[in-house]
């Protein structure tokens, strides 16, 4: 017999497989049973054309007939079709992407430190994969660094311990930063999408405009002197640039915040390394402008 701490558990594991598998939202308010319904017969099709004699002797095929479907007593309005509720936007009292985004440019402006910004991340609301995310995956490493990593969003791994860059990728990044005498104490790591896309897809135009605003008072609050751009998505939110990222890696861009502008470089990511182990050779050139850079040669 199973108590209900069991079917608790059993229940809360089956939602959780099918958030890992990307599945972040309900279509309708009951489930389906689809494997059961492949095993309903199909509805019988009617012939329009008249059946020519030669066709009623032939062998006829068993057509199932249609599932009968209750009707109403006569004289009762049918029945109306059930409404599904209303979709909002997170939780959040604001129900467009373009109103959470505003929401988050207005409250990041008035967060002065990276503590009081990661606390105010914490309680907001507007970004519905805060909701189908374990954790808020903020920052690692030194927030008073010369350099600032950015990558993605956080995969499962970092996902569960809350930092980023935890996972294989995390411990290639920290190889790659060891390879030019660098470790999480010397630089800043952040992504550009704090809470991890259910199945590790892409995060959408709408998450990346809503997190936007988290992400440049974030880097102002920091204020590197060079951000490095891990990935297309970090390059493309930072830099602006179209371009592949096999176009655009192996170049600085100027990043302006506020009040100064800064240097950001383009490279692969680690994720996209472990995938194309020979792409590493370009990363090597990369960390090595990078090194340069940092020591004021480049
Ligand atoms: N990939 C990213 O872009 N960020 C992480 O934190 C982990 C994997």
């Avoid at 279509?27 to 049973?33: G, I, R, S, T, Y």
């Avoid at 030669?54 to 309005?77: T, Y």
């Avoid at 990276?114 to 189908?132: G, S």
């Avoid at 990728?169 to 704090?194: C, E, F, H, W």
Wanted: overall charge neutral; hydrophobic content about 40%.
């Amino acid at each position: 017999m199973t108590s209900s701490a069991d079917a608790q558990r059993d229940l809360i594991a089956y939602l959780d497989f099918h958030v890992e598998s990307g599945v972040d939202l309900a279509l309708d308010e009951a489930p389906h049973d689809r494997f059961r319904e492949a095993d309903t017969p199909a509805p019988t099709l009617r012939r329009s054309a008249p059946v020519r004699e030669a066709q009623v002797d032939a062998p006829r095929l068993e057509q199932p007939e249609a599932p009968r479907r209750e009707l109403p007593p006569r004289g009762d309005p049918p029945p109306a079709p059930e409404k599904a509720p209303a979709r909002t936007y997170g939780q959040s009292a604001s129900a467009k992407p373009e109103d959470a985004a505003i929401d988050a440019r207005a409250r990041a402006k008035d967060v002065g430190t990276l503590e009081e910004l990661e606390a105010l991340m914490a309680t907001f609301d507007a970004c519905p994969l805060k909701f189908t995310a374990k954790n808020l995956v903020f920052a690692d490493g030194n927030p008073a660094a010369k350099l600032m990593f950015i990558g993605e969003a956080p995969g499962a791994d970092e996902d569960r311990i809350g930092k980023p860059f935890m996972g294989r990728s995390g411990q290639l990044l920290d190889r790659m930063m060891a390879a030019i005498g660098l470790d999480r104490t010397k630089a800043y790591v952040a992504n550009v999408v704090p809470w991890r896309p259910p199945g590790n897809r892409e995060p959408t135009i709408q998450e990346l405009a809503v997190c936007r605003p988290f992400l440049e008072r974030q880097i102002e609050l920091a204020d590197p002197d060079i951000i490095v751009c891990l990935g297309s998505p970090a390059t493309k939110a930072i830099t602006g640039t179209k371009d592949g990222i096999l176009k655009a890696r192996g170049r600085f861009y100027p990043y302006a915040m506020p009040h100064r502008t800064v240097r950001a470089l383009a490279t692969l990511h680690p994720a996209y390394l472990l995938r194309q182990p020979m792409q590493k050779r370009l990363a090597w050139r990369d960390f090595r402008l990078l090194r340069t850079a940092l020591d004021g040669k480049a």
